[in-house]
């Protein structure tokens, strides 16, 4: 049976289509009364936030991990690819020391500042 004579059509059938169906039918009352086509009153409208949440993920329950493949290398390789860099260029070894001495005399001037 395609559905009830004089319906235009058919009705939801699976929790997700009747949950997506919720959704839209809150998203056009808020669309009327952002149009300022009805007024909603705070009860109806804490029931919509509650009933949406429900329905649909806010931004506040999303979390999104990102995985990066450098976090899963081995520090060992890590290690030996730098080695082999600082061979191969032996200059980005004294940039590096360099800015690490900058770094260190940085902190060191800060918590001098700190402690007079």
């Known amino acids: 049976m395609p559905g009830i004579k004089g319906m235009k059509h058919k009705?939801?059938?699976t929790k997700k289509e009747r949950n997506t169906y919720?959704?839209?039918r809150i998203e056009e009352i808020l669309d009327q009364a952002r149009e300022?086509?009805?007024e909603l009153t705070p009860a109806r409208l804490k029931?919509?936030?509650?009933?949406?949440?429900?329905l649909k993920p806010t931004?506040?329950?999303?979390?999104?991990?990102?995985v990066d493949p450098r976090d899963q290398v081995d520090p060992n390789e890590i290690a030996g690819r730098l080695a082999a860099l600082f061979a191969e260029k032996p200059q980005l070894w004294d940039q590096v020391v360099a800015l690490r001495a900058s770094q260190q005399a940085h902190e060191n001037s800060t918590e001098h500042q700190v402690t007079h």
Request: aromatic share 4%.
């Open 22 to 24: 919720a959704a839209i």
């Open 11 to 13: 009705r939801p059938r």
């Open 59 to 66: 931004l506040a329950a999303v979390e999104q991990t990102i």
């Open 36 to 38: 300022g086509e009805i």
């Open 47 to 54: 029931a919509i936030e509650i009933a949406y949440s429900r």
